[in-house]
């Protein structure tokens, strides 16, 4: 039988936000947890799951690479497994990706159908009221992308 987490992070459940080509670089100056000296991701893709709980993110997943990124924060989400960090220049290829029009809706940014598609894979319809009132006091106004350049630590659950 599949873990819980197994069964979310089902391919069936993924909602990929677009993917990063040129996401390479020789060497990842700093690695949180994980003992792993990574020296290319390659190319990453940017995914947002469905039934994930109240802390909206995204995950960046590529070769041998995986971590996790609040939506709405310029911090790591603390999920897991998935405890890789970016270095300073693959800190502003994300912003910058994040701020690119969108292939799935060239009227969003990377960033806004990241929010899209988590709320709605998420929230609408979520029959959790207390997962829905938490997420509205604290994310439901905000409209800007923060500034992925600084990621400043983790958020947790």
Not at 56 to 68: K, L, M, R, W
């Amino acid at each position: 039988m599949p873990s819980q987490y197994e069964m979310i992070h089902a391919t069936k459940n993924r909602y990929t936000i677009g993917s990063i080509d040129d996401f390479v670089t020789n060497e990842i100056e700093e690695v949180t947890i994980s003992s792993n000296n990574i020296s290319k991701i390659g190319i990453v893709k940017i995914s947002v799951y469905g039934d994930e709980g109240p802390v909206p993110h995204f995950h960046i997943e590529g070769n041998d690479f995986s971590c996790c990124v609040c939506i709405f924060d310029n911090r790591y989400f603390d999920h897991g497994i998935h405890q890789n960090t970016l270095n300073r220049k693959q800190l502003k290829e994300l912003d910058s990706f994040m701020r690119d029009k969108s292939s799935i809706n060239e009227k969003l940014t990377n960033w806004e159908a990241a929010k899209f598609i988590w709320e709605a894979a998420n929230i609408k319809n979520n029959d959790d009221i207390s997962m829905v009132l938490r997420y509205n006091a604290e994310y439901k106004n905000k409209t800007k992308q923060p500034d992925y350049t600084k990621l400043n630590g983790y958020k947790r659950n």
